[in-house]
């Protein structure tokens, strides 16, 4: 089911089942990826400061 | 019914323009990971991680193990941007037609997306991890590759692979900038070495290939020059390669691995450049170009282990060249 825009281009009304299941694995991906940026972040942090990290004014 | 749309690229004369279709939200996870050319990504690890190792630093690991990811997603950054601006080539050549966006599972907006994005986060993230140097230069190499050799030099000149070869050899420059913060002798020799390597390697693809790059009209040197005068090109530049191949013995940081690496390797790239220029004809053309091509990869690959084996692994056993210069 799709209806076609003034330019021309097609939007689909719904998904199909191999859409839908390519978003939900390119969804996963996306996930994963932020998850590793966390982590990346969070190691990148604890690496570079060491005990550092907890030398701070509160 | 699904609209198609037009690359704007300026296209070959005498082959139709592709069409893609223009509805985005298709393609696969693993129809993304091809954009990023998987291939080149553990090439560009390989000799940034080699990059890092001659500089015989002190590495933080994390860092080192961030940086080197960094540099393989710019890497494969600037390979979904290149891409994007080749998906009409890519279209008429049977090697490249069915990478993702001329097979149209990739619409050229979503990969024009994922590129930028990829390119400003690795090149935002190592310069956190590392140093702004190292940044800059893989920035530098992302713009080189997707600008000047995707966008002017590879339609323009056949010089395009040797000038856009400078691309593909800053990997070390950039690995030794991440873990040092400087760029010392050591990773502008293996600059060099990638640079002087890669043309007779192209070459010797394009010679078998020549009728695909006509095809797409990009101005390859054997589609340019013609093959005799690319084949005594090969042969200049593998003699070419032989003493920058062994430039790192001379300077004291490949030992005699390398140098017997280096040596035999070198002589290998002369003696198989050789055999291209002597077969000219038929089968026995297409077997030497195949040859070259093979052997070239094997060259580079060995000549890095070397390194990576003396400086990583301990194996590091000095050659005098005292007797040699005397």
């Known amino acids: ?58 | 019914m699904v609209a198609m749309t037009s690359l704007s690229n300026s296209f070959p004369a005498g082959a139709e323009p592709k069409t893609f279709p223009s509805v985005a939200g298709q393609g696969e996870v693993s129809d993304f990971f091809a954009l990023l050319k998987p291939r080149v990504m553990v090439l560009v690890i390989f000799t940034a991680l080699v990059g890092m190792v001659v500089s015989q630093v002190h590495v933080q690991p994390v860092v080192a193990t961030i940086s080197l990811l960094m540099i393989a997603v710019g890497a494969g950054a600037s390979g979904c941007l290149n891409m994007w601006w080749d998906a009409d080539i890519d279209a008429v050549m049977s090697r490249t037609a069915k990478r993702p966006i001329p097979d149209g599972r990739i619409q050229p907006g979503e990969a024009l997306a994922f590129g930028l994005v990829l390119s400003a986060g690795s090149v935002m993230i190592l310069g956190l991890a590392a140093n702004w140097l190292a940044a800059a230069l893989l920035a530098f190499t992302i713009v080189f590759y997707a600008v000047i050799y995707s966008m002017w030099l590879k339609r323009a000149t056949p010089q395009n692979i040797v000038i856009g070869g400078a691309a593909g050899a800053l990997p070390p420059i950039i690995g030794q900038a991440a873990v040092s913060g400087t760029v010392g002798i050591e990773s502008i020799v293996l600059f060099l070495i990638i640079f002087i390597w890669t043309p007779p390697h192209f070459w010797a693809l394009a010679l078998i290939k020549a009728g695909e790059y006509a095809k797409a009209g990009i101005p390859m040197m054997p589609n340019v020059a013609g093959p005799a005068s690319t084949r005594r090109q090969i042969v200049g530049y593998s003699l070419l390669l032989f003493p920058v191949g062994l430039a790192p013995v001379a300077l004291g940081f490949g030992g005699l691995l390398y140098g017997i690496t280096g040596l035999v390797g070198g002589l290998g790239m002369i003696a198989f450049s050789v055999h291209v220029m002597r077969n000219r004809e038929g089968e026995a053309e297409k077997r030497a170009a195949l040859g070259m091509f093979g052997f070239s990869i094997l060259y580079l690959f060995l000549l890095f282990s070397a390194l990576l084996a003396e400086q990583g692994l301990g194996l590091y056993r000095g050659v005098s060249l005292g007797g040699v210069l005397a």
């Open chain 1, 1 to 58: 089911m799709s209806r076609e825009t003034d330019g021309g281009d097609v939007v689909p009304k719904s998904l199909d089942a191999v859409q839908a299941e390519r978003r939900r694995k390119r969804s996963m991906a996306i996930a994963f990826v932020l998850g590793a940026l966390v982590l990346i972040f969070y190691v990148l942090t604890i690496a570079k400061l060491g005990p550092q990290i907890l030398n701070r004014p509160i």
